[in-house]
């Protein structure tokens, strides 16, 4: 009966996922040929990634682990770890006052109507393709000079072993922040992976836990940013995964 349920809860996402997309995608669709207007785009994916969220029963609660404060007229990478699909939805729920594009993968454009969106707010990475890889810095430092902010999740992806706590970390994120002197802006996510997994047969409607760890000043060494940020990180999910 359990998994019927999940079942049925994944369906009603789907449909969640057309009405919102259809409703709330086309508004995105024309506003991103424009690249000065992707500020107004970013409000209608924030509506829909609120609506997606809380549409299938999540919540979250934000505890700040740093006094640190963002600054609206700044430009930053922003890192989490990786667990669930929803972890999309939660970051632009987050980032209200910086509109972010995501480092993704190019196999997301075969989605029907979402693709279309997805490749015009996303930098796609085909991450068999050494030169599509080296490519994300110039299109990152693209998107950031029009303004917004990235999101890369360092992880890369998902660990099919679900008992992995936190994967390794690509170098990414930290040689975009050390090529173009961007800050690193962390957080940590808590419950996602149980509350919205993979898996579609399980999973329930629940309450994450966020936490702001802070802002990590860019340097010349990617190395030591990205050994920082994992530590944080997990020292973060070491500490409150209960």
């Not at 936190?166 to 690193?184: R, V, Y």
Request: hydrophobic content about 40%; charged content about 25%.
């Amino acid at each position: 009966m359990t998994k019927i349920l999940n079942y049925l809860w994944r369906f009603w996402m789907l449909l969640l996922a057309f009405v919102f997309t259809i409703l709330f995608g086309i508004p995105v669709y024309i506003l991103s040929f424009n690249k000065k207007h992707y500020k107004y785009a970013y409000r209608f994916i924030r509506c829909w990634s609120y609506c997606m969220f809380y549409g299938m029963g999540l919540r979250y609660d934000l505890k700040k682990l740093s006094p640190q404060k963002l600054d609206k007229n700044k430009q930053y990478v922003f890192i989490s770890n990786h667990t669930s699909i929803m972890d999309i939805m939660l970051m632009c729920i987050l980032c209200a006052d910086h509109p972010i594009c995501f480092v993704g993968k190019k196999e997301l454009v075969k989605i029907p109507i979402f693709g279309t969106i997805y490749k015009r707010i996303c930098v796609m990475v085909d991450r068999k393709s050494a030169r599509s890889r080296a490519d994300v810095y110039r299109r990152c430092a693209e998107k950031m000079e029009e303004g917004n902010s990235i999101v890369i999740f360092p992880e890369g992806g998902v660990p099919d072993d679900t008992s992995v706590i936190l994967d390794e970390f690509k170098d990414g994120a930290f040689t975009l922040s050390s090529k173009h002197n961007s800050p690193i802006v962390i957080f940590t996510f808590i419950g996602l992976k149980e509350i919205f997994p993979f898996d579609s047969s399980k999973g329930y409607p629940g309450k994450a836990k966020v936490y702001f760890n802070g802002i990590l000043t860019p340097s010349d060494s990617p190395k030591d940013l990205k050994t920082s940020a994992f530590e944080t990180i997990k020292k973060t999910l070491l500490k409150h995964y209960n």
